[in-house]
C-alpha cells in the first residue's frame, strides 16, 4: 500500500508532520551512500511487528547507538556492544534484530569488496520482481521477509508503490532516479 494513502488520513500535526517529511523527502527516493542503504535497512528490519511511526520518532537515537550507521564499526561490534544496544532504551531493544543488524554490516562489507558498494550489489540485481528479491534478500541477509525486503525496497526506488502517479511527489521521486531503475 503507498505511503500516499497512509499520510492522507487526519492525524495531530506533529505526527503529520512527522510521516510528511519522511513522504516528501525520503520515501521512494534512491539513496546513493552505503551507510544510508545499511540505516534504511536497519530502520526497516526493526519495524517488523511495529507501526514506521515508531522507527521515525527513533531514528536519531538509531543512528547515534549505530555509530551513524557505519558499516565498517557496526560490523566491528563486539558483545560489550551487542550487550549496550540490547540495554538502550532508545531502539528496538531485541536481540534478533540487533543480531541482524551487525551480521548484514559484514554481509555488506563483502559486497563491498565483491561489487565494489552496497549500491553495485542492489543494481546488478535489478530489476527483479518482488518475490524474486525476497529470495535473494533471504539468502543474504539476516532477518529479510517479505514485507521488510518490499518496504525497503519501495523506500529507496527499487520496487514500485511507494507513491501513486497522483502523488504531489511523484514527478520528484521519478525524476530523482536515474534511468536504469525505471
Same mark, same amino acid.
Given at each position: 500500500?503507498?505511503?500516499? +494513502?497512509? /499520510?492522507?488520513?487526519?492525524? @495531530?500535526?506533529?505526527?503529520?508532520?512527522? &510521516?510528511?517529511?519522511? &513522504?516528501?523527502? &525520503?520515501?521512494?527516493? @534512491?539513496?546513493?551512500?552505503?551507510?544510508?542503504?545499511?540505516?534504511? #535497512?536497519?530502520?526497516?528490519?526493526?519495524?517488523?511487528?511495529?507501526?514506521?511511526?515508531? /522507527?521515525?520518532?527513533?531514528?536519531?537515537?538509531?543512528?547515534?547507538?549505530?555509530?551513524?550507521?557505519? =558499516?565498517?564499526? *557496526?560490523?566491528?561490534?563486539?558483545?560489550?556492544?551487542?550487550?549496550?544496544?540490547?540495554?538502550?532504551?532508545?531502539?528496538?531493544?531485541?536481540?534478533?534484530?540487533?543480531?541482524?543488524? =551487525?551480521?548484514?554490516? $559484514?554481509?555488506?562489507?563483502?559486497?563491498?569488496?565483491?561489487?565494489?558498494?552496497?549500491? !553495485?550489489?542492489?543494481?546488478?540485481?535489478? %530489476?527483479?520482481? !518482488?518475490?524474486?528479491? *525476497?529470495?535473494?534478500? !533471504? $539468502?543474504?541477509?539476516?532477518?529479510?521477509?517479505?514485507? =521488510? *525486503?518490499?518496504?525497503?525496497?519501495?523506500?529507496?526506488?527499487? #520496487?514500485?508503490?511507494?507513491?501513486?502517479?497522483?502523488? &504531489? =511527489? +511523484? %514527478? !520528484? *521521486?521519478?525524476?530523482?532516479? %536515474?534511468?536504469?531503475?525505471?
Amino acid at each position: 500500500m503507498s505511503y500516499c +494513502y497512509h /499520510i492522507a488520513s487526519m492525524q @495531530p500535526e506533529e505526527r503529520k508532520a512527522l &510521516h510528511q517529511n519522511y &513522504h516528501d523527502n &525520503h520515501y521512494g527516493f @534512491p539513496i546513493h551512500d552505503d551507510n544510508e542503504l545499511f540505516g534504511r #535497512l536497519i530502520m526497516e528490519i526493526n519495524q517488523a511487528g511495529l507501526s514506521w511511526e515508531t /522507527i521515525l520518532k527513533k531514528e536519531n537515537t538509531f543512528r547515534a547507538a549505530y555509530h551513524q550507521f557505519d =558499516i565498517q564499526q *557496526v560490523a566491528a561490534y563486539s558483545e560489550q556492544d551487542r550487550e549496550r544496544l540490547l540495554s538502550d532504551a532508545g531502539i528496538i531493544r531485541n536481540k534478533l534484530k540487533i543480531n541482524a543488524a =551487525i551480521e548484514n554490516a $559484514k554481509t555488506i562489507l563483502m559486497m563491498q569488496k565483491e561489487f565494489g558498494s552496497f549500491e !553495485k550489489w542492489l543494481e546488478f540485481h535489478h %530489476p527483479k520482481t !518482488k518475490e524474486e528479491w *525476497v529470495k535473494i534478500f !533471504k $539468502k543474504t541477509f539476516r532477518f529479510t521477509g517479505g514485507e =521488510i *525486503v518490499n518496504e525497503f525496497l519501495m523506500s529507496i526506488g527499487y #520496487l514500485k508503490g511507494a507513491h501513486t502517479d497522483a502523488c &504531489h =511527489i +511523484y %514527478p !520528484k *521521486v521519478i525524476e530523482s532516479k %536515474p534511468k536504469w531503475m525505471e
